[in-house]
């Protein structure tokens, strides 16, 4: 009897175990529930399922974070979870199509909650938001979803969306109105600003950076606004400890560029993702990836995997923002950014030249400047998968017949400074416009390496007839 009690008990087990998966795949999704072991965490931190919650996100690290508030009324960190994947550049989405994930603070309100989406479950971020709409940019239903798939949208795994779904859910079930949403090109270290001084996008990101030491200092989300065509943050005026933090970093900022950390701008051929799935993809391949990531969402595959299996270009500015060089790094890491740049020739990782240069050329122009006899020398990296670029040489440098001289391959098939670009990256040697955009040209699916495109890139259409689905 007792061997038939215990059958008995193993089969409604199995059962509801079975029940329970299907549930959360289906119509109710909306009723995903936080993990226990996320339970346990809250509680060790001193956190409720009630309490509000803020979102951070930064591209380059491709990291996400829920922060909560404790019961002292100041938020801390819950969990960092890896991303599976981000498409496009660091810089803001500035038009439909662009592939470019937005870079603001946003606002997630009860409606844009979305259990029903085909990226097994998603929340819809509220591009364009009122910077974004005084700038004039278009675009629509920007998500955090599943599906490690991204043609604009921040792409976590079905499991980590479904536990972000469910922290946000419960914490607007208790009363939070809006749930923030800082998203960012990167950490607001003195580093990163330091290394991206001259990016065209700068003073926006400074202008974020703001709004993320307010909330670094005080710990409380700072009141958004929009004033002039910048964010305003609790009516532009900061405690003196967030005046203070600020002016440190830009002290640290300076030191470092006296020190001579070279100003950079991260090129990549579309998006990145955590190294933790890189290792996956490269090891396993897409599929493997998206068995492993996606086991609730719709069959969309791994995004432009071609694109995620090497590192950024960077591009090494002179003192005036221009171009002078380009080399391929191992990851968007700092260590590898820099290890790069130490490895490339002299005239690359030298202190840019105190006297004043002549005014820089047409973008044109200084993309077909490659020093004869250099164009297919390729430096050795330190960064072990690196790839190298041709080495762009200084106007000055050569004679202007030579220079002119230059040009001939361009007209005949093509410069080598443009052989390392892949679809839809920007040039790699000149400056890209405040607003860079990859193209949005069909890239057709590959699997000689078992590394396959998605579905959801295969054209700008199929992008915008999926989006309301996300």
Known sequence: MAIKQLALVAFVALTLAACEEERYRGSARHNI?????????????GMSKDQPILIRSYKKESELEVWKRKADGQYALLKTFPMCRWSGQLGPKVREGDRMAPEGFYAIAPQQMNPNSSYYVSFNMGYPNAYDRAHGRTGAHLMVHGACSSAGCYSMTDDQIGEIYALVREAQNAGQRAVQMQALPFRMTPENLAKHRLDPNIAFWKNLKEGTDYFEVTRNEPAVAVAGGRYVFNGGSAPAAVAAKRQ??????????????????????DGDQHASFKQTLLSGGSDALNRSASWASKDVGVSRADALSIGPRVVVLDDKGQAKATIRAASADNDAVLAAIA??????????????RPAAAPAATQLAKVAPGNALQAPV????????VATVAPAEEKPLLQRALSFMPVFGGGSSATADQGAGSAPIASVVPATPTATSAPLPPRRANGLRTSSLDQSTAGYASQAATR
């Open 248 to 269: 440190q970093d830009e002290v640290q900022v300076a030191s470092l560029v006296a020190k001579g950390t070279p100003a950079i701008r991260l090129i990549y051929d």
């Open 343 to 356: 490895a490339a020739p002299a005239e690359v990782a030298a202190k840019p030249a105190a006297a004043p």
């Open 381 to 388: 990296l330190a960064s072990a998968g690196s790839t190298p």
């Open 33 to 45: 529930p936080i993990p226990t072991a996320t339970y346990a965490l809250m509680s060790e931190k």
